[in-house]
Structure formats: C-alpha cells, structure tokens
C-alpha cells in the first residue's frame, strides 16, 4: 500500500479569541480562526496582497493552553492535519466544513518577549509550551544546612 501524508503547516495571526467548549464526555475543544497572508508581483509591477482565512481546532491539554495562552491578534506557529466534516444544519441542508486538527502550536508573538508571556497562576509548568518552559523559574530542592560550609584558604584567586 501506497504511503500518504495529511500535514498542514502555518504561520499567521489569529483572526479571534479562541473559543474553549467541552463535549458531553468531558473532552476539551477549543477553536480560533488564523489569517495567513501571500504577496505577490504581478507583471505589471503591482503589488497584490491575499489573505486566506483557516479554521483551527484543537483538542485536550492542547486546546486548554490555547484557550489560556492565545488572544486575536496574535502571531503563532501551528501543525496538524486537515479534516472536512459534514453535517445537515437546522435547515435541513447539507453543510461541510475543512478545519485544521492541530498538534503542535508555537507562540510566535512579538508584542511580548517570551519572558513577558502572561501565564495564569493556576496554570501548571508541565502544562507549558517549550518556548516558555524554557523561561519559567526553576524549582530547586534544597537540602537542610547543618553546617557552616568549608571554606578552602588556598584558592589563588
């Protein structure tokens, strides 16, 4: 059998605050729209611009940080694959859509530096995205003093 691949890359602004929801069994579901945008010459020598608007969703501990750590406006890093749904609407007419499933974002915002990123005090450091593991304080587990320590006098220095 023939190998395939569903990989969808992006790198863009967010177009709303991401929506937090819960399915009935508990799982967590959060959605945001992104903006990606092309640039482009054409013969003549005119500059056009395109924007291309995406669906994303995100699920479980990914879709909580998201929920937390996004704001519209926002620039981010994001990877998944692409899934259509379909659905009958309350009208009775068939609808579908194309969203992006994400795996993986990255805040790519440079409005903050990634030492400003406001993190919830409820928000756990292992819940983090790496970026901002990295600048999170580390816990240190310090030993009980029982003694003063020594002290070497023969250092040259």
């Excluded at 640039?39 to 005119?46: A, L, N, R």
């Excluded at 995406?54 to 692409?82: D, F, P, T």
Aim: aromatic share 6%; net charge negative.
């Amino acid at each position: 059998m023939a190998r395939s691949l569903n990989k969808a890359i992006l790198i863009g602004n967010l177009t709303r605050d991401p929506e937090m929801k819960y399915t009935p069994s508990g799982t967590a579901v959060c959605t945001f729209g992104l903006a990606t945008n092309r640039q482009w010459k054409t013969e003549s020598g005119d500059q056009k611009d395109e924007a291309e608007f995406h669906n994303l969703v995100a699920w479980q501990s990914l879709a909580e940080i998201c929920a937390k750590m996004l704001k519209k406006g926002m620039k981010v890093y994001v990877e998944g694959r692409l899934q259509t749904r379909s659905w009958q609407g309350q009208d009775g007419a068939q609808k579908q859509r194309t969203e992006i499933v994400i795996s993986d974002m990255i805040i790519l915002d440079s409005k903050k530096s990634e030492s400003e990123v406001d993190v919830p005090a409820d928000f756990g450091v292992d819940e983090l995205p790496e970026q901002v593991k990295e600048q999170a304080p580390k816990k240190e587990k310090l030993g009980k003093v029982t003694e003063k320590p020594q002290v070497d006098d023969d250092i040259p220095f």
